[in-house]
């Protein structure tokens, strides 16, 4: 039986404000799933509550009553079965579904519904029926075949219980002498796989020893870059494209692409200029910064999708002032731990909360032509030795909460990029896994976009290949990582799909209005505007001085001199205005980043 929740002063305060002010409430919704002999034999964990919508209310005048609806697809309460049907299920039975104030008021109005004695109100929950235990292991939004990836993730338990994970069915390992750290030698076959790196570590399935390149190289086809905005990802038109495109060309834009992706002069692609900042843009290399926003931890605490996708917005414009064209942004890793450095930068200890915010700043960055790189995918959830360390859960773990805010940021959101992280997943890095990039991101959720490392200063050949095998497509470095070598076809048509990858994002973008080098079309307009305004100056002068000396001159040095003297002086009024044109472009542009 639940225990009654106890009110404090700060309850009643926030009733008081209830009835006297006029402020805007969030509805949350919560649904509660039926934990079945099927999910204790298959450990199929089940929360208690779980978040699976919510609304923002419009403003609500003191003494109104306002009704909100809310919508959501029945499949959202699915859980993932790794151990049984290797594929998201749904039990037979009840779910209970809860309209609440939080989590807490969630559980006690289910707990209301089901008899118990507590402080919630039992009409705020309802009941949804499945009758027959139901497998979906089709994506939702994509239609692809949803299978395990990441059994080499999951630690497995052992005899004297080192690795016991906690479990709903045995709430004794939540005892405080059992939840403890351990100290465990790595085995020889975990060590191998830490230390490998190459196109084999990668673990991707495609036979490297196929020898048929894809396509022709540097076929005179006549297309451009700016041909392909719009275009869908599988249009014929692509392969033309990129069988204009030489080998060295997609060599050099995946190894070097630190805040930028390469030119590519065949297709008249400019090069793009892509800068860091969850709280606003950032440039730390120049040091340059734009506009500053509430952090993402300030911004999940609105419930508020609509305020988000306004941010977005706005950053979207100051990427077309700044002549910006990618964001290394919006993060979406988890709160796991109060104490991880980055939680200010993170929305929320809520996958499925993280998700619709962060899919609301993606489109609202996207509706501008600026498109952006979520991060850091995936589980880089504590900020010390970040860069390296192992990251083992069970699968069902990391697809309901930590790779949830990617998913609905790519789904609902659009989001055309996203950052690796600097961790690994299991023992693999998570750039270098082909479960983690072409799999699950791909495969299964059909993202089509750019896939950047994060920031790497240690990566080499080796590790560069692996990434390539794993389907990143970009190595955030300000110097070259190249490959060991591109002279076979499988690292060929790699390049290739990579190169397919990142054009599609970035064609479908403010780079292609943008003009060669990323060169922003506003800078144009300024510099025609001042121009115009330097005529108008130069005129009013040259009556000016025609007025005030013509008559003068005239008399004592004759028209031909005066016509001399006169040009002169609109000489140097022109070479005067020039330079400060100029002087004012070269200003705007280090103001703006350029």
């Not at 989590?103 to 109100?121: C, K, M, R």
């Not at 999708?305 to 100051?318: C, K, P, S, V």
């Not at 020039?578 to 542009?589: H, K, L």
Request: hydrophobic share 40%; charged share 20%.
């Amino acid at each position: 039986m639940a225990e009654k929740r106890q009110y404090n002063g700060l309850d009643l305060l926030k009733f008081m404000l209830a009835v006297l002010v006029a402020f805007r409430h969030v509805v949350q919704i919560y649904y509660q799933a039926p934990y079945t002999d099927y999910d204790k034999e298959h450990l199929v964990e089940k929360s208690a509550v779980n978040l699976v919508d919510f609304v923002k209310t419009p403003v609500i005048e003191a003494g109104e009553t306002v009704k909100v609806e809310v919508d959501f697809p029945v499949t959202d309460m699915k859980s993932y079965d790794a151990h049984g049907e290797g594929t998201y299920i749904m039990d037979e039975g009840v779910y209970y579904i809860a309209a609440a104030h939080d989590a807490h008021d969630g559980i006690n109005h289910i707990l209301a519904a089901q008899g118990e004695n507590t402080d919630g109100v039992k009409e705020l929950a309802a009941t949804y029926q499945v009758d027959t235990f139901t497998v979906l292991n089709t994506d939702d939004a994509s239609g692809n075949e949803v299978i395990n990836l990441f059994a080499d993730t999951e630690v497995e338990e052992t005899a004297e219980g080192t690795y016991n994970y906690l479990s709903r069915q045995d709430w004794s390992r939540a005892d405080d002498k059992s939840i403890q750290y351990t100290n465990v030698d790595a085995s020889a076959e975990l060590m191998a796989v830490i230390t490998e790196s190459g196109w084999n570590a990668a673990r991707s399935p495609l036979n490297p020893d196929y020898l048929e390149y894809q396509g022709e190289v540097e076929a005179a086809n006549g297309l451009t870059f700016a041909d392909m905005r719009g275009l869908a990802y599988d249009d014929p038109q692509w392969e033309k494209l990129l069988d204009q495109i030489s080998i060295s060309e997609m060599h050099a834009m995946f190894a070097r692409a630190g805040y930028t992706t390469a030119g590519i002069e065949s297709i008249e692609k400019p090069r793009t200029t892509d800068y860091d900042g969850p709280a606003g843009i950032k440039n730390y290399v120049s040091g340059w910064s734009g506009f500053c926003y509430p952090v993402e931890i300030t911004l999940a605490s609105t419930w508020n999708t609509e305020l988000l996708e306004r941010m977005g917005n706005l950053i979207g414009e100051e990427g077309l002032r700044s002549g910006l064209h990618g964001w290394y942004a919006p993060s979406m890793n988890i709160h796991r731990s109060p104490y991880s450095g980055r939680n200010f930068e993170y929305y929320s200890e809520d996958g499925f909360l993280s998700g619709l915010l962060g899919a609301a700043e993606c489109r609202g960055a996207e509706e501008k032509g600026l498109y952006v790189y979520i991060k850091h995918f995936v589980v880089n959830d504590a900020e010390q030795n970040r860069a390296g360390v192992n990251t083992f859960l069970t699968e069902q773990t990391l697809r309901e909460i930590y790779t949830k805010p990617f998913e609905i940021s790519i789904k609902r959101g659009g989001a055309a990029g996203v950052m690796a992280s600097m961790n690994r997943i299991g023992a693999r890095m998570t750039a270098g896994s082909w479960a983690l990039m072409t799999g699950l991101l791909r495969n299964e959720w059909g993202f089509h976009g750019g896939v950047v490392t994060d920031f790497v200063m240690t990566y080499g050949a080796e590790n560069s290949m692996q990434a390539l095998a794993a389907g990143t497509n970009l190595i955030l470095n300000t110097a070259e990582v190249n490959l060991p070598t591109t002279n076979h076809n499988y690292i060929r048509n790699a390049l290739r799909n990579s190169t397919h990858e990142v054009l599609y994002m970035t064609a479908n973008s403010a780079a292609v209005d943008a003009g060669a080098e990323g060169f922003p079309v506003y800078m144009i307009l300024v510099i025609i505007f001042n121009i115009f305004m330097a005529l108008v100056i130069l005129t009013s002068q040259f009556l000016t001085v025609k007025e005030s000396f013509g008559k003068e001159i005239e008399e004592k040095t004759g028209k031909k001199y005066m016509k001399i003297k006169l040009g002169l002086i609109t000489v140097v009024v022109l070479l005067v205005a020039a330079v400060g044109i100029y002087a004012f472009v070269v200003w705007n542009s280090r103001q703006l980043g350029q």
